[in-house]
């Protein structure tokens, strides 16, 4: 038996350059390994984005764009949250083994009132239960998230624990998990910090970029005059665009560029057009992929209908485990 994994993708923004690198990597090799639960988080993004008029859209465009970018929907179980009702479920029962204080002190939350005190509703307070409930439905052993979601997964560990000690053992305590090792931190584009949808975003290469805006977002990176004798030592934002041209480019080019440097003979202009160019020539086939899958409806239809049912196959079979342990079966 291949253990569960379970993975929630947030339904807003599109990806970039660093999500590839690094969860959408390890998203594709878990599929081969494990048996993979992969929704996308339409309930959650209720919570801070009740106007739901681009919810349709965004739903199906992060869909398209994490199967071109490589997530197999014959091998995962790609689905909404909101086509399984088991979670809402599993969600109050959870709620109950929740506390107020600990939801009020979690950092998300804590943030999220401060970027929006006019909307602290129930739902924001009881993000982390409803998170617990995506992966317990599914008894997961492992969730790949990023350091931003550990108290989360921390949290719930703590449920599954105090559900396990109420009501005899059912889940398991789901571990964060990556392939270590690979994880890349793809850095931004003006020298500060990583690529981020957040941040700066001229600095940030999405996966949707067009061939035109790729070439003008490298060409603004930040540079300098250039070294002045042979072997200086490398500023970090022209590093940042060595360690993006790895991703990209053949050794050969970073070859080049690298002595070209250590020579103090390097021109900075040359390193970012070919740079432009070696990474429109990697994004420019899966922008375009994933616009064919967005054009086509009925596909990503039956995807959502095919995931739904397999999720729904594993949902049901924890529900009903989870009523008859906590004593609600009265015929
Ligand atoms: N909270 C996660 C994020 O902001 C998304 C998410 C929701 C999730 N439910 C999940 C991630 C369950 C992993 C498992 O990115």
């Known amino acids: 038996m291949k253990e569960i994994v379970v993975s929630g993708i947030r339904p807003t923004g599109h990806l970039h350059l660093g999500n590839y690198f690094g969860a959408m990597r390890n998203y594709v090799r878990m599929q081969e390994e494990y048996n993979c639960y992969f929704f996308v988080a339409d309930w959650h993004s209720l919570t801070t984005h009740p106007d739901t008029s681009e919810l349709r859209d965004s739903v199906l465009g992060v869909l398209a764009e994490n199967i071109a970018a490589g997530l197999d929907p014959e091998k995962v179980a790609l689905y909404a949250q909101s086509a399984l009702p088991e979670i809402a479920e599993l969600y109050l029962y959870l709620n109950m083994l929740a506390y107020k204080g600990e939801l009020e002190k979690t950092t998300t939350f804590k943030d999220k009132v401060r970027q929006n005190p006019d909307n602290v509703n129930a739902g924001l307070l009881t993000y982390p239960v409803l998170m617990a409930a995506d992966i ?28 396990n000690y109420r009501y005899t053992e059912l889940f398991p305590e789901p571990q964060a998990f990556n392939f270590g090792s690979d994880l890349v931190k793809v850095p931004s584009l003006d020298g500060t910090g990583k690529m981020s949808k957040s941040e700066n975003q001229l600095a940030t290469l999405y996966l949707v970029d067009s061939d035109e805006m790729i070439r003008k977002k490298v060409m603004k990176a930040k540079t300098d005059a250039g070294p002045t004798e042979p072997n200086s030592t490398m500023p970090d934002y022209i590093q940042n665009l060595f360690m993006l041209m790895e991703l990209v480019s053949d050794r050969g080019t970073v070859e080049k560029f690298r002595n070209d440097f250590n020579g103090a003979s390097i021109r900075y202009g040359d390193l970012k057009k070919a740079l432009a160019e070696d990474m429109v020539r990697f994004i420019a086939p899966i922008r375009e992929k994933a616009a064919a899958i967005y054009a086509d409806k009925d596909y990503l239809r039956r995807v959502l209908s095919n995931g739904a049912e397999k999720a729904h196959e594993s949902a049901r079979k924890t529900i009903e485990e989870t009523r008859r342990l906590v004593g609600l079966r009265y015929f």
């Open 136 to 163: 317990l439905i599914h008894r997961a052993a492992y969730v790949p998230v990023g350091k931003d979601q550990e108290q989360h997964l921390e949290m719930a560990r703590n449920f599954a624990q105090r559900f």
